[in-house]
């Protein structure tokens, strides 16, 4: 194979493998392609502005190569470079997590404004259940000015290991007047207190009933634990849960929790059955219903 500048051979690679690409890759352009593949030599310690026009011969170790590989594989650009863009931060991922979605940077906002207008000069105790990466968690320790005692819980020991492991690259952006503790729990179990804010992102998929709309690179790649419920257990999941965060809310404390559009209405339902006075079902920024807003009181 002739000897070609990687920029030239990307260039290539793209206009030959486009309709494979956008078919596991919805939306993928070669700007992203670029971004990601100098993330990647980032990462394999090679960093030069001029990355584009060195000399690329393909070679099965090569981290390049490595690189286009996986690309034509369909595994998520996240999972080959280890690394996800939220907010304003680059956080470590696994297969061991979700993917953060750019909506859930909406539910981490609605939560700053309630701190910045109830907290301001007093802490806050949070609660991040589901915590994955612990993008949403991690990034109100970065973005928030008034003191947050965070705890952030998963079922999943590794995901746990990996938001630890987040919590640890992303120190130096983090006051010390925050606090974090890292708990391995489902949901609520193990965690004792009151708090004044409950965040999730909970598994609200239904296995079998929503499926379809998945995308099969979701499917194939990302944890089946933090996607789906059986669809048998969806209402006494969320109930139990609901009950939970009732009971383990402040009296004036709210909780925000990302779900399916299908079923939101359904959830607010239920909520209003637990106990709580007042819900909102939040639009995300295509119009779609995707958060839920509860207050105790």
Known sequence: MALQILGDYLNTFFQEEKKALLAQYPGLNLHRLRQDIKLH?????????????????????????????????????????????????????????????????????????????????????????????????????????????????????????????????????IAPMHKVQFVLSDRLNNIDGEFDLILSNPPYIKKVKDRLGVHQQVIKYEPPMALFLEDDFYDNWFEDFFQNIYLQLAPNGMSLLEGHEDHLGMLETMALKVGFRKTEVINDFTGRKRFLRLRKD
């Open 41 to 173: 030599a980032f990462l394999n310690g090679i960093d030069s502005e001029e990355l584009f026009e060195f000399p690329y011969l393909p070679h099965r170790r090569h981290p390049f190569t490595i690189f286009f590989s996986k690309l034509r594989e369909g595994i998520p650009l996240e999972y080959i470079t280890g690394y996800s863009y939220f907010f304003r931060s680059h956080f470590r991922v696994t297969q061991d997590v979700l993917i953060p979605r750019s909506e859930t940077e909406i539910l981490v906002e609605l939560a700053l404004q309630e701190i910045q207008k109830n907290y301001k000069n007093k802490k806050c105790r949070v609660a991040d259940i589901g915590t994955g990466s612990g993008v949403i968690g991690l990034t109100l320790l970065m973005e928030s000015l008034s003191p947050i005692e965070l705890i952030a819980s998963d079922l999943s020991e590794k995901a746990l290991n990996l938001a630890h492991e987040n919590y640890f690259n992303l120190s130096y952006a």
